[in-house]
C-alpha cells in the first residue's frame, strides 16, 4: 500500500482508532477507501481538491490528497 502510516510514525499521532493515515488524512480502518479516490483522481487527472466528490469521506480526501500533492509538485517546480 502506498501513502500508508503509522499513526505514531514521527511522534505524531492521527488520532484514528486504525492508528493509521494516508498523506495526513486519518483511517478508520484500512485506508482502502482514500486509496481509491486517490488512484482515481490520479486517473482522471484531477488538480483541484475543490474537484473532488463522492459518497465515501475517505474517497474525497484520497481524491484530494492527490491534488494537494500534484499542486505541491507544481508549485515546486514553477509551473
Do not use: R, V
Request: hydrophobic residues 20%; charged residues 25%; proline residues 3%.
Amino acid at each position: 500500500m502506498k501513502w500508508l502510516f503509522w499513526g505514531g510514525y514521527g511522534g505524531h499521532e492521527t488520532g484514528s482508532s486504525s492508528g493509521l493515515d494516508f498523506m495526513g488524512y486519518p483511517c478508520t480502518e484500512d485506508c482502502s477507501g482514500h486509496e481509491a479516490g486517490y488512484e482515481w483522481a490520479e486517473e482522471q487527472g484531477i488538480t483541484d481538491p475543490d474537484d473532488c466528490g463522492g459518497n465515501s469521506d475517505s474517497f474525497i480526501e484520497g481524491c484530494q490528497a492527490y491534488a494537494e500533492e500534484y499542486l505541491e509538485k507544481e508549485y515546486d517546480y514553477g509551473y
